[in-house]
């Protein structure tokens, strides 16, 4: 009776586990385009510089951490997240290569730009072994520089050219990121799959199609966009890195939304403009246009 029991037993946590992996795989698969659909509409909404804005909130990185700490443990997620943190800086690269180049067309600028992600993230693999607080520094600076060699930005924002297609597209790239690296992340490791979630795939499609649709200004305001909301980010992953493993996975990420929602509110305010100047009137000379 004891091994029928012991038996018994095996099966039903075998098959609780198998709930858990399926319940788990759903929320990666709802979660994730959830959030990439409603910034989408926003960044439809509100323009080019707005959109970026609102890409670069955590969006596949903040699911990636949080999955990681339900399936492979606090500590994992906290190396990661820092690892994701220290990916900030081949962000920043990525948005000043293809700023600068815009003006040479979408296809030179994304290839300069990926070149650049690749240098970020092997700066970015070194300095993932910091404390966090230095890597958060260092990622702050380097946000902060980049934003200073920008280009100029366009002078009104204008219309984000995402139709339904686009969004559905960002959607499914977006869930596919997060199951991807999470399932990659047992072989290979904290710090690669960290890096990973920052792969700038939805900024990209982003870009692209606002430079297709409305010109190199449009890219370029995309990129600046990422880059002002890339403080959030940073500060998001850097609160998970720092508490997860003592706190808990539920008061570390609740902390870490709070603490990105005060800094991207500061950042929206302070770097991006919520209305262009108003055009002039037929009787209002060029030159006294605000520039």
Not at 44 to 68: E, N
Not at 97 to 115: E, P, Q
Request: charged residues 10%; proline residues 7%.
């Amino acid at each position: 009776m004891s091994a029928i029991h012991a038996g018994t037993t095996i099966r039903t946590e075998e098959f609780v586990a198998t709930l858990d992996d399926v319940a788990l795989l759903a929320l990666k698969l709802i979660l994730t385009p959830l959030l990439v659909g409603g910034a989408s509409l926003g960044a439809r909404r509100w323009g080019p510089m707005a959109g970026g804005w609102i890409v670069s909130l955590p969006l596949t990185s903040g699911p990636v951490a949080l999955f990681l700490a339900l399936d492979r443990g606090p500590m994992f997620a906290a190396a990661a997240a820092h690892a994701s943190l220290a990916g900030c800086l081949a962000i920043a690269a990525y948005c000043l290569a293809y700023s600068r180049l815009a003006g040479r067309g979408w296809l030179v600028a994304l290839a300069v730009a990926a070149t650049g992600w690749l240098a970020g993230a092997i700066v970015a693999e070194a300095t993932a072994t910091w404390l966090v607080l230095g890597t958060l520094a260092l990622v702050v600076a380097a946000t902060a520089g980049a934003l200073a060699l920008m280009p100029a930005p366009a002078p009104r924002p204008s219309a984000a050219p995402a139709g339904r297609g686009d969004i559905v597209v960002r959607m499914a790239v977006g869930a596919f990121v997060v199951v991807v690296v999470t399932e990659l992340a047992p072989l290979v490791g904290p710090t690669v799959s960290g890096l990973l979630a920052m792969l700038p795939i939805i900024g990209t499609i982003l870009a692209v199609f606002a430079q297709r649709s409305g010109g190199p200004l449009d890219g370029s305001s995309v990129q600046r966009g990422i880059l002002s909301g890339l403080f959030g980010t940073a500060a998001f992953l850097a609160v998970v890195a720092w508490t997860v493993t003592p706190w808990g996975v539920a008061p570390a990420f609740l902390a870490a939304i709070a603490t990105v929602a005060l800094v991207q509110f500061v950042a929206l305010r302070a770097l991006i403009p919520t209305r262009g100047p108003e055009p002039a009137s037929a009787s209002q000379p060029a030159a006294s246009q605000p520039t």
